[in-house]
Each structure stands twice: as structure tokens, then as C-alpha cells.
Nanobody, 122 residues
Framework: QVQLVESGGGLVQAGGSLRLSCAASGRTFSTYAMGWFRQAPGKAREFVSSINASGGSTNYAVFVKGRFTISRDHAKNTVYLQMNSLKPEDTAVYYC???????????????WGQGTQVTVSS
């Protein structure tokens, strides 16, 4: 079992930055690929970024590439999402997830956090 707790969301002006954190419980964190997804009101949950178990491989959705950076710290059992140059369309609830392989779809992820709200004002 892995429990995930996100933090770091909030209200920011367009062009600003936020860093989301996802703290994982359990001693198997280093064996899981991690992903970030987001869901805006009335829309489906969509892929944002993923990182493999070792941290050596990352992937990004086209609409965040160059603005967001995913990373992980095995010593702290935490994965991060650094978000720069935020836009109003980035407003959503952001979720982290843990799975056996990195993926751009939700199905391979076994564990999910409760989400953290990110609101970007124009």
C-alpha cells in the first residue's frame, strides 16, 4: 500500500510559479513510477507529467513542456512538480499517482492522492 498526500497548491497570478509536492508513505516508493494529472471543472482528468522509478526518465504533456519540471527525492519519499509561467488555463485540481510504470493514461496507476487546488488568475 502507498498513501500519497499532495501539497503546495494555491492561488497565483498568471506568470507566477508554484511547486507541488507529493509525499508518499511506505518503503516501496523508489520502486514506483510517479505521475501528475490534473482535472478542471467539467473536464476529464488529464496527464501532466510522469517520472520513472529511478528518476532518470521524464515525460510531459505538450501544453506544459518547457514550463513544468517533475523530479523526485527518494530520501524524502517525495515527488515534485515545479510549475513556472503559469497560465489561467492551468487552473485545476492536481493529483499525484503511483504506478508500476510511467504512463500518460490513468489506468496503470494504482494509488492516487486526494488532490491539491491550483488557481491561476489573469
Amino acid at each position: 500500500q502507498v498513501q500519497l498526500v499532495e501539497s503546495g497548491g494555491g492561488l497565483v497570478q498568471a506568470g507566477g510559479s508554484l511547486r507541488l509536492s507529493c509525499a508518499a508513505s511506505g518503503r516501496t516508493f523508489s520502486t514506483y513510477a510517479m505521475g501528475w494529472f490534473r482535472q478542471a471543472p467539467g473536464k476529464a482528468r488529464e496527464f501532466v507529467s510522469s517520472i520513472n522509478a529511478s528518476g532518470g526518465s521524464t515525460n510531459y504533456a505538450v501544453f506544459v513542456k518547457g514550463r513544468f519540471t517533475i523530479s523526485r527525492d527518494h530520501a524524502k519519499n517525495t515527488v515534485y512538480l515545479q510549475m513556472n509561467s503559469l497560465k489561467p488555463e492551468d487552473t485545476a485540481v492536481y493529483y499525484c499517482a503511483a504506478g508500476r510504470r510511467p504512463a500518460m493514461t490513468t489506468t496503470p496507476y494504482d494509488y492516487w492522492g486526494q488532490g491539491t487546488q491550483v488557481t491561476v488568475s489573469s
